[in-house]
């Protein structure tokens, strides 16, 4: 019953497997060698972007920093969601990367932006002259940290205001796969289609070990990007390790295989919950993350019973028993029907 | 005939299978695992030193900087070799990481620092008052960037007169094995013991795939270190991925044969040089890595044959036949025997 | 009518007179002439605090970025109000002089921050371990940039709450002395003795050419400031020419006396205002400053009248001639009663 | 007898009845006020460049370091003498505004950067691809540190070598007046006619209180200039008394003419320093300052005497008598011929 995180549980074996085939030989370093070859081209086929600038790094903090950094100079403000990773979970890494940039926060619907909102806040800055910060990229993330998924006109409703403001979006896909496999359509329908200009998309939280590639869809930043990776400290010189993995995920659709499986778990643990008289579902479960409140009694239950998951508001042992806590799960690739069953017949038998 | 560098081989198949084993279940993510509990335990015990602060990271560079960042305010100095790989291979990431400090070059004899030249630099910033750079921690490279090492005394001698100063001592160590298998004593001989505050660990020299261990003996700034980490998009999620390498480094001494087979395979082939009436050695190939010159038709004859090596100074293509171009010639724990016969009988035969 | 600013006026005429005072014969340069030390002990003996570092600026943002950054680590944010001229009106100078801290913004009351909005969002940052940025210092702006000022028991309240999270409190004091002549007490009172750890001492816009006095209560950053304001081209050779400006400012009571001159004027204007059947004021005009709404077609009147002030919201052109658009009025040292008299006539006669 | 530097002595009685005179009536702030326009108009004048940009601060450092931020990406490194102020005098205010840019250092021919030197060292960098700094601007001192002149044909053949490599070249003109009342020609003649991309324009050294001109004569990072001024706090609100002593600078050739009266009172010293025997001129005294070296026994007369100025290198108290040590001795526009008279009596006297 482990709905912790997507980055806690094992990678795919076929992932280790490709890691084990490519520890063969001598192959030129730092993204020389032909598996990184083999990467870029597949990314560059699956988004249909022959152009575009494809680097692997290690985390996905670095692909959605470095983006930014490529996207924003240091006196510009970056405009994302309040809930945003690279506002909330990465100990100010955009800051660090564009050289002091802001962050101007709009306020969250379901994780996501509304353009009227993030039109409220555009509208907000550059209007002091030289004295205030200059408008900056819009980030999206998808699936959202609420594990919703942004449509593809929401995409391209969000794309074309901030372009209408002059504007880059980047799109924070830690989740990418997750977001495709459940919002259909093609990569490139969910990129630069509508309008993304660049994409950090993840494979850590989809059975990787650890590689996330930082697209652009415009090239002209390409070698700006590789200095900062270098500069940053994430180029590695066995790249082939980091090519390898990114190359397993995409060939025969792993990816979105995994994906497909981690968002079908988490739909049966969602309806499942939804069915409980005292569970709320907090956000429309589209990807891999359900959020939901419970009973703090049976949150206390279900966790001595070794379920492993967060509480993301309420603390387990302060207030009355009956006080809804809420809770967010998340599946993975690897996630069973039989976690899921226990689980929600622990939930039943509360 | 791979000599090109040592980061351009396999991984070692015991690393490999380490990450196998590794792949499995559900453990916490961002360091919280017992994988990375043990390669913190076996770097403390190997250093002799029980209160150090371990953090993992994957590249060299990454250690580097983000150690010197630890050690250095923003309005100080580095003292470094003008051929330190901080100064020369990381497109400026120690300058990014500690927010725009100096690096101070002291000419490298043997690429070495010598404790003459060190004073003299040293003596030579914080004269001006608040108008020039202030005087921050020396740093040294064990290997050297020359393929020589520095006896423990010589070290002593450099940290005795940086700590006179009141400025720490940092060791970019992503050659430590191969220097220590070759200089003998202990890690801590060669490390605290020896005045070091803080060391970059390597392994991805020496038959990982991609860790390197930041040290610091005096873990006081332990916490900020894992900031920068985070703030750096250095942490992994998955981290027992580092954590498993790491073990498997270290246990049953993997990390000291590697690095005493890839020296072995080194001092062979400089023997075998040294030999040959054109060749001439630039430095004592202490470790792994050798220096040398020799006419540059007898280098067209051998990268024609498929020897593979950086020429270091001068260019294959432009110069009477009989001048003499520098090569650098890397050893690896994989490199065999055979590579390096075939190699010396080409020389001879040339 | 001049009611755009502070810092469209003049200086006072002793000030100059003060500056051609100065300009006798040769002195140290870079603050080691007689004059900044005479500055430095006005300052101690006005604060009653005789340790206090003590170093002077030309900007106000300048003392502003530079205390917070010796108050604040890279990896921290700041607590401000979202109305903070750090915030609006600095381009991100703080979060340049920090190395890419965050700001962290309390919703204003007033243009004060209030303790349990600002304890809201203290225990709001930090609960993310590594993740999320660290808490930092707060900072408090007095008078507040809606003219408002913090009684010393509202400061103190403030200063027990962040030094209760171990965060120091930083005041931004570009009117600190039209907030001292209205609030009473003493400097000492209004800083130290309520808990204040560091101020930008204000002099520009009240009557001063260009100089604001950065004071650390607690000296033992002093040193790092004078390196922060030399690294940051701050440090003035020809120093006697900011010194003898603070000196004049100092001396007799000048500042003081300004100070109270712009209030009384500000009072006078806020209490017309308050009169007039259509106008509404906003806040209380504590200090020099006045925010109060009126009708578009009396903005149009008073405008074309000659009358100089800032529309702060609303546009002039865009609405109908009965909607009520705020304005904000600024009284200076140099305010006359018929300019006041002149502009009320015209709002009565509109 | 003062020669300590040109940052001593008082500003210019034209300049301080300037400020007298900007000191009355409101007028716009931030720099869009008449004066500032007009300080504008006549450096576009005196430079017979219409189109350049043109911004005021206050330092030196600040001119330099914000000219370099604009025309440097943090990933690069800038070409200097090895005894440039932007390396030497500035506490790495260069590395702060650009983001934690390099400096590589070009050994000085009498102050001066030789064209063969420097291609040494632009070949010697971005020569590892991605691995180390890319080749950023070149910077010259004009008069330089050591008080010798660039002809505007030296000048042309660094910034042809610069250009060639399609790098920028910025001067450091903080003693400009003082090459140009030296070297002859027009401003156009010894700036951009000779292929400089940005001039710090000096009058801080020259007569002023502190005010420096940032000159882009390509306009094109205008904005982004203002943005990094107002950011690195350097944008003054009450902007005219900048402006104000600028235009007093240049109106009625005031620059030139102290300029070349510092440089008469400088030629005269030089002239009778020469002629003792004991005494060796370093460097030809093209402009304001001299280096000459003469026995500890006659410093310690000299100063004793009550003579102001610097030991560049050596030690007063410690050595024979009759080692010859190295002071430097700066004129400025008030340097009385009876000062040099009496200091060179007391010399030869000695």
């Not at 359509?185 to 998309?201: E, K, N």
Request: glycine residues 10%.
């Amino acid at each position: 019953m482990f709905f912790a995180s997507d980055n806690t549980g094992p990678a795919h074996p076929k992932v280790l497997a490709a890691l084990a085939d490519a520890n063969e030989g001598h192959v030129p370093s730092y993204g020389e060698d032909p598996l990184t070859a083999r990467a870029t081209a597949l990314i560059r086929e699956a988004f249909d972007a022959p152009d575009a600038a494809v680097h692997l790094v290690a985390t996905g903090t670095a692909a959605n920093a470095l983006l930014l950094a490529s996207l924003c100079q240091p006196w510009q403000t970056v405009f994302c969601s309040d809930v945003a990773h690279v506002h909330q979970d990465e100990c100010a890494a955009p800051e660090f990367y564009t050289g002091g940039a802001k962050l101007t926060l709009v306020p969250h619907d379901g994780g996501k932006i509304r353009p009227d909102r993030l039109r409220a806040r555009i509208e907000g800055e550059e209007n002091r002259g030289v004295h205030g910060p200059q408008r900056g990229p819009v980030t999206v993330t998808q699936a959202t940290e609420k594990g919703t998924i942004y449509t593809h006109a929401e995409l391209a409703a969000i794309t074309q205001l901030a372009h209408g403001f002059d504007l880059p979006v980047h799109m924070d896909g830690s989740r990418f796969a997750n977001a495709l496999a459940a919002g259909g359509g093609t990569p490139a329908d969910m990129t630069w289609r509508a309008g993304i200009d660049a994409l950090s998309f993840g494979g850590t939280k989809n059975g990787l070990l650890g590689v996330e590639a930082a697209v652009q869809f415009d090239p002209a930043r390409s070698w700006e990007f590789e200095l900062r990776r270098k500069r940053g400290a994430h180029l590695f010189s066995k790249h082939r390790f980091l090519a390898a993995q990114m190359v397993a995920y995409l060939e025969d659709g792993l990816w979105l295989q995994m994906a497909a499986d981690a968002n079908a778990a988490c739909a049966a643990l969602a309806r499942g919950l939804s069915r409980h008289p005292d569970v709320r579902l907090l956000y429309p479960a589209d990807a891999n993350i359900v959020f939901a409140a419970w009973p703090r009694g049976l949150h206390r239950q279900l966790l001595a019973a070794g379920a492993d998951y967060h509480l993301w508001e309420g603390e387990l042992d302060d207030g009355p028993e009956d006080e809804p806590l809420t809770a967010r799960l998340v599946c993975g690739f690897d996630t069973t029907d039989s976690e899921i069953d226990r689980f929600l017949a622990l939930l039943a038998a509360g």
